[in-house]
Protein backbone atom coordinates (compact mmCIF):
# COMPACT_ATOMS: atom_id res chain seq x y z
CA UNK A 1 0.00 0.00 0.00
CA UNK A 2 2.92 2.08 0.66
CA UNK A 3 4.78 1.74 -2.63
CA UNK A 4 1.46 2.65 -4.35
CA UNK A 5 0.60 5.33 -2.47
CA UNK A 6 4.49 7.11 -3.09
CA UNK A 7 3.82 6.20 -6.91
CA UNK A 8 0.25 7.30 -7.03
CA UNK A 9 1.58 10.88 -5.48
CA UNK A 10 4.57 11.14 -7.79
CA UNK A 11 1.77 10.50 -11.05
CA UNK A 12 -0.38 13.24 -9.45
CA UNK A 13 2.38 15.78 -8.96
CA UNK A 14 4.40 14.89 -12.59
CA UNK A 15 0.96 14.76 -14.58
CA UNK A 16 -2.36 15.70 -14.93
CA UNK A 17 -4.25 12.47 -13.91
CA UNK A 18 -4.91 13.11 -10.35
CA UNK A 19 -5.51 9.79 -8.61
CA UNK A 20 -8.61 9.19 -5.94
CA UNK A 21 -8.04 9.60 -2.27
CA UNK A 22 -5.27 12.46 -2.76
CA UNK A 23 -5.79 15.56 -1.87
CA UNK A 24 -4.49 18.85 -4.47
CA UNK A 25 -1.65 20.85 -3.71
CA UNK A 26 -2.74 23.77 -1.47
CA UNK A 27 -1.99 27.45 -3.38
CA UNK A 28 -2.46 30.60 -2.96
CA UNK A 29 -4.82 31.68 0.54
CA UNK A 30 -5.36 27.74 1.22
CA UNK A 31 -1.45 27.31 1.69
CA UNK A 32 -1.25 30.55 4.14
CA UNK A 33 -4.39 29.87 6.05
CA UNK A 34 -3.45 26.14 6.74
CA UNK A 35 0.14 25.64 6.71
CA UNK A 36 -0.42 22.36 8.37
CA UNK A 37 -2.56 21.73 5.24
CA UNK A 38 1.16 22.72 2.79
CA UNK A 39 3.23 20.86 4.88
CA UNK A 40 1.28 17.39 4.54
CA UNK A 41 1.36 17.66 1.00
CA UNK A 42 5.08 18.57 1.16
CA UNK A 43 5.37 15.28 2.68
CA UNK A 44 3.75 13.36 0.92
CA UNK A 45 5.94 14.73 -1.67
CA UNK A 46 8.76 13.82 -0.20
CA UNK A 47 7.77 10.23 0.12
CA UNK A 48 7.27 9.63 -3.48
CA UNK A 49 10.55 11.74 -4.92
CA UNK A 50 11.85 7.42 -4.95
CA UNK A 51 9.02 6.99 -7.68
CA UNK A 52 9.38 9.65 -9.80
CA UNK A 53 11.38 6.96 -12.41
CA UNK A 54 8.59 4.74 -12.13
CA UNK A 55 6.22 7.72 -12.78
CA UNK A 56 8.49 8.47 -15.91
CA UNK A 57 7.62 5.39 -17.01
CA UNK A 58 3.96 5.79 -17.07
CA UNK A 59 4.34 8.46 -18.91
CA UNK A 60 6.75 7.02 -21.59
CA UNK A 61 4.11 4.23 -22.00
CA UNK A 62 1.74 6.91 -23.08
CA UNK A 63 3.88 8.09 -25.62
CA UNK A 64 5.07 5.14 -27.33
CA UNK A 65 0.92 4.29 -27.19
CA UNK A 66 0.45 8.03 -28.85
CA UNK A 67 3.42 7.21 -31.77
CA UNK A 68 1.73 3.75 -32.54
CA UNK A 69 -1.70 5.18 -32.98
CA UNK A 70 -0.04 8.11 -35.57
CA UNK A 71 2.20 5.75 -37.28
CA UNK A 72 -1.21 3.46 -38.29
CA UNK A 73 -1.82 6.54 -40.79
CA UNK A 74 1.44 8.76 -41.11
CA UNK A 75 5.07 8.35 -41.64
CA UNK A 76 7.54 7.69 -38.55
CA UNK A 77 8.71 11.05 -38.81
CA UNK A 78 5.36 12.78 -38.64
CA UNK A 79 4.13 10.13 -35.91
CA UNK A 80 7.04 11.16 -33.38
CA UNK A 81 6.45 14.94 -33.51
CA UNK A 82 2.63 14.50 -31.87
CA UNK A 83 4.29 12.23 -29.16
CA UNK A 84 6.41 14.93 -28.34
CA UNK A 85 3.24 17.72 -28.19
CA UNK A 86 1.57 15.06 -26.15
CA UNK A 87 4.51 15.19 -23.33
CA UNK A 88 3.40 18.44 -23.24
CA UNK A 89 -0.69 17.63 -22.98
CA UNK A 90 0.24 14.77 -20.20
CA UNK A 91 2.23 16.65 -17.77
CA UNK A 92 0.10 19.73 -18.07
CA UNK A 93 3.45 21.60 -19.28
CA UNK A 94 5.20 21.11 -15.89
CA UNK A 95 9.31 21.38 -16.86
CA UNK A 96 8.24 23.13 -19.82
CA UNK A 97 7.79 26.28 -17.89
CA UNK A 98 11.08 25.28 -16.12
CA UNK A 99 12.82 25.20 -18.86
CA UNK A 100 11.45 28.45 -20.41
CA UNK A 101 11.88 30.45 -17.04
CA UNK A 102 15.50 29.27 -16.68
CA UNK A 103 16.30 29.91 -20.26
CA UNK A 104 15.00 33.98 -19.19
CA UNK A 105 17.36 33.90 -16.50
CA UNK A 106 19.72 32.85 -18.32
CA UNK A 107 20.05 35.04 -20.60
CA UNK A 108 19.41 37.74 -19.04
CA UNK A 109 22.27 36.84 -16.11
CA UNK A 110 24.45 36.37 -19.53
CA UNK A 111 24.22 40.09 -20.77
CA UNK A 112 24.44 41.91 -17.74
CA UNK A 113 26.55 39.20 -15.10
CA UNK A 114 24.13 39.89 -12.47
CA UNK A 115 22.35 37.92 -10.61
CA UNK A 116 19.90 39.36 -9.74
CA UNK A 117 18.88 40.06 -13.14
CA UNK A 118 18.84 36.14 -13.44
CA UNK A 119 16.59 36.10 -10.57
CA UNK A 120 13.98 38.68 -11.78
CA UNK A 121 13.99 37.42 -15.28
CA UNK A 122 12.92 33.98 -13.66
CA UNK A 123 10.25 35.40 -11.81
CA UNK A 124 8.61 37.52 -14.55
CA UNK A 125 4.99 35.91 -15.41
CA UNK A 126 6.09 37.01 -18.84
CA UNK A 127 8.07 34.46 -21.50
CA UNK A 128 10.68 36.30 -23.18
CA UNK A 129 12.18 35.47 -26.33
CA UNK A 130 14.89 33.08 -24.43
CA UNK A 131 12.46 31.04 -23.35
CA UNK A 132 10.26 30.51 -25.81
CA UNK A 133 12.97 29.63 -28.28
CA UNK A 134 14.35 27.24 -25.49
CA UNK A 135 11.25 25.29 -25.78
CA UNK A 136 11.21 25.32 -30.02
CA UNK A 137 14.81 23.80 -30.02
CA UNK A 138 13.89 21.24 -27.29
CA UNK A 139 11.49 20.12 -29.47
CA UNK A 140 13.22 20.21 -32.82
CA UNK A 141 16.49 18.37 -31.33
CA UNK A 142 14.27 15.78 -29.38
CA UNK A 143 12.36 15.35 -32.75
CA UNK A 144 15.34 15.42 -35.00
CA UNK A 145 17.24 12.82 -32.25
CA UNK A 146 14.13 10.06 -31.79
CA UNK A 147 13.41 10.29 -35.90
CA UNK A 148 17.08 8.73 -36.24
CA UNK A 149 15.69 5.73 -34.11
CA UNK A 150 13.27 4.01 -37.04
CA UNK A 151 11.08 1.98 -36.29
CA UNK A 152 12.55 -0.76 -38.67
CA UNK A 153 15.53 -0.95 -36.22
CA UNK A 154 14.34 -4.41 -34.27
CA UNK A 155 16.86 -4.06 -30.80
CA UNK A 156 17.44 -7.34 -28.69
CA UNK A 157 16.67 -6.18 -25.38
CA UNK A 158 17.26 -9.39 -23.90
CA UNK A 159 14.13 -9.58 -21.57
CA UNK A 160 11.20 -8.68 -24.13
CA UNK A 161 13.12 -10.14 -27.21
CA UNK A 162 13.26 -8.26 -30.23
CA UNK A 163 11.40 -4.65 -30.41
CA UNK A 164 10.85 -1.32 -32.28
CA UNK A 165 13.73 0.70 -31.35
CA UNK A 166 11.96 3.98 -31.09
CA UNK A 167 9.54 2.70 -29.22
CA UNK A 168 12.00 2.03 -26.53
CA UNK A 169 13.45 5.90 -27.02
CA UNK A 170 9.95 7.19 -26.30
CA UNK A 171 9.41 4.59 -23.54
CA UNK A 172 12.83 5.15 -21.49
CA UNK A 173 13.75 9.03 -22.06
CA UNK A 174 11.22 10.30 -19.48
CA UNK A 175 12.80 7.95 -16.60
CA UNK A 176 15.74 9.29 -17.28
CA UNK A 177 14.31 13.32 -17.37
CA UNK A 178 12.40 12.56 -13.55
CA UNK A 179 15.24 10.41 -12.05
CA UNK A 180 17.51 14.05 -12.42
CA UNK A 181 15.02 15.71 -10.01
CA UNK A 182 16.23 13.04 -7.64
CA UNK A 183 20.29 13.48 -8.80
CA UNK A 184 19.89 17.28 -8.89
CA UNK A 185 17.76 17.75 -5.80
CA UNK A 186 20.06 15.48 -3.49
CA UNK A 187 23.47 17.65 -4.86
CA UNK A 188 21.58 21.02 -4.63
CA UNK A 189 20.34 23.33 -2.37
CA UNK A 190 17.68 26.84 -2.59
CA UNK A 191 19.06 29.76 -2.37
CA UNK A 192 17.34 31.61 0.30
CA UNK A 193 15.35 34.48 -1.48
CA UNK A 194 14.05 31.65 -4.07
CA UNK A 195 12.23 29.21 -1.78
CA UNK A 196 9.57 27.39 -3.13
CA UNK A 197 8.21 24.00 -4.40
CA UNK A 198 11.58 23.34 -5.50
CA UNK A 199 12.57 23.28 -1.90
CA UNK A 200 10.58 20.44 -1.14
CA UNK A 201 12.89 18.52 -3.03
CA UNK A 202 16.56 19.76 -2.57
CA UNK A 203 15.34 19.75 1.47
CA UNK A 204 13.59 16.35 1.38
CA UNK A 205 15.63 14.15 -0.94
CA UNK A 206 17.63 12.07 1.22
CA UNK A 207 20.24 9.78 0.13
CA UNK A 208 17.65 6.87 0.92
CA UNK A 209 15.50 8.01 -1.54
CA UNK A 210 18.73 8.93 -4.19
CA UNK A 211 19.57 4.96 -3.83
CA UNK A 212 16.05 3.43 -4.23
CA UNK A 213 15.11 5.87 -7.49
CA UNK A 214 18.76 4.84 -8.75
CA UNK A 215 17.90 1.35 -8.44
CA UNK A 216 14.76 1.98 -9.89
CA UNK A 217 15.96 3.42 -12.77
CA UNK A 218 19.13 1.15 -13.56
CA UNK A 219 16.01 -1.88 -13.42
CA UNK A 220 14.13 0.21 -16.06
CA UNK A 221 16.53 1.04 -18.50
CA UNK A 222 18.68 -2.25 -18.35
CA UNK A 223 15.74 -3.99 -18.75
CA UNK A 224 14.82 -2.42 -21.85
CA UNK A 225 18.24 -1.32 -22.97
CA UNK A 226 20.45 -3.09 -21.73
CA UNK A 227 24.61 -1.76 -21.77
CA UNK A 228 23.49 1.03 -24.17
CA UNK A 229 20.65 2.19 -21.69
CA UNK A 230 23.19 2.21 -18.60
CA UNK A 231 25.67 3.80 -21.03
CA UNK A 232 23.43 6.36 -21.35
CA UNK A 233 22.14 7.03 -18.09
CA UNK A 234 25.93 7.52 -17.03
CA UNK A 235 25.88 10.46 -19.30
CA UNK A 236 23.11 11.74 -18.01
CA UNK A 237 24.01 11.28 -14.52
CA UNK A 238 27.30 13.24 -15.38
CA UNK A 239 25.69 16.05 -17.52
CA UNK A 240 23.19 16.87 -14.51
CA UNK A 241 25.96 16.64 -11.67
CA UNK A 242 28.39 19.13 -13.51
CA UNK A 243 24.94 21.07 -14.31
CA UNK A 244 24.26 20.83 -10.43
CA UNK A 245 28.11 22.00 -9.39
CA UNK A 246 27.55 25.53 -12.59
CA UNK A 247 23.91 26.40 -10.83
CA UNK A 248 25.90 25.86 -6.91
CA UNK A 249 28.61 28.16 -8.13
CA UNK A 250 26.96 30.41 -9.96
CA UNK A 251 23.29 30.90 -8.24
CA UNK A 252 23.77 29.08 -5.10
CA UNK A 253 21.39 26.08 -5.90
CA UNK A 254 18.35 25.53 -8.00
CA UNK A 255 15.03 26.37 -7.49
CA UNK A 256 12.15 24.36 -8.98
CA UNK A 257 11.60 25.83 -12.41
CA UNK A 258 15.67 25.37 -12.69
CA UNK A 259 14.62 21.58 -11.76
CA UNK A 260 12.20 21.58 -14.70
CA UNK A 261 15.17 22.76 -16.53
CA UNK A 262 17.25 19.87 -15.24
CA UNK A 263 14.42 17.46 -16.94
CA UNK A 264 14.39 18.64 -20.60
CA UNK A 265 18.50 19.31 -20.11
CA UNK A 266 18.82 15.20 -19.20
CA UNK A 267 16.35 14.12 -21.78
CA UNK A 268 17.81 15.75 -24.45
CA UNK A 269 21.22 14.45 -22.98
CA UNK A 270 20.06 10.59 -22.73
CA UNK A 271 18.24 10.51 -26.44
CA UNK A 272 21.43 11.49 -27.84
CA UNK A 273 23.60 9.24 -26.05
CA UNK A 274 21.26 6.57 -26.23
CA UNK A 275 21.19 6.98 -29.78
CA UNK A 276 24.63 7.37 -29.87
CA UNK A 277 25.48 4.46 -28.03
CA UNK A 278 22.60 2.18 -30.08
CA UNK A 279 24.58 2.97 -33.11
CA UNK A 280 28.19 1.98 -32.00
CA UNK A 281 27.01 -1.10 -29.31
CA UNK A 282 24.88 -2.99 -32.02
Known sequence: MFILSGLSEAVNFLTVFKLKGKSRKPDGEDAV??????????????????????????????????????????????????????LYIITGGLHFDGLSDTADGFFAYLKSGDKNRFYKAMKDVNTGNAGNTAVIFYVLIMW????????????????IGNFNFTYLVLLTF??????????????????????????????????????????????????????????????????????AFYFGKKFGGVNGDMLGFTVKFSEVVFTAALIGFHGTLY
Open 144 to 159: SLITQAEPAQSFNSGF
Open 33 to 86: RDGALYAEYADRLKKSIKYFPAAGLFIGLLLAAVFYIFNRFLPVQSSILPSIFF
Open 174 to 243: PVAGRYSITVMSYFSGTPENFKGIGTIFTEGTDAASLIAASILTLIIIYFFLKLAGIFSLLVTVLAVLSA
